[in-house]
């Protein structure tokens, strides 16, 4: 198993970034995707960025492309999501997510999960 802690979550002002960051710990990380989620108040959870066990694939939701990057450091046990040009629409619970797939988008692919952190946006 691999548990997981998310943080760098926080407020930021419309137009600004912010970057959050995903520990594990137990089972060696580089044999676990991850990808990061995201759940607004009264939305379900959606996928905002997934990266592959060797960190060479990625996918990125298309509201997030071009403002969001997700990377990994294996040797750290670590997973990032850099949110650049956050908007309005981006605030919601963050969660990182670990599966045994290769690589994988879906939700339901992913059995180990953090316990989230919050974004707000501020206008």
């Known amino acids: 198993q691999v548990q997981l802690v998310e943080s760098g979550g926080g407020l930021v002002q419309a137009g600004g970034s912010l970057k959050l960051f995903c520990a594990a710990s137990?089972?060696?990380?580089?044999?676990?995707?991850m990808g990061w989620f995201r759940q607004a108040t009264g939305k379900e959870r959606g996928v905002v960025a997934a990266?592959?066990?060797?960190?060479?694939?990625?996918y990125y939701a298309d509201s997030v492309k071009g403002r969001f990057y997700i990377t990994r450091d294996n040797a750290k046990n670590t997973g990032y999501l850099q949110m650049n040009s956050l908007k309005p629409d981006d605030p919601a619970v963050y969660y990182c997510a670990a599966g045994v797939r290769s690589f994988a988008v879906a939700a339901r692919d992913y059995p180990y999960w953090g316990q989230g952190t919050q974004v707000t946006v501020s206008s």
């Open positions: 990266i592959s066990r060797s960190g060479e694939g990625t």
């Open positions: 137990g089972r060696t990380f580089s044999t676990y995707a």
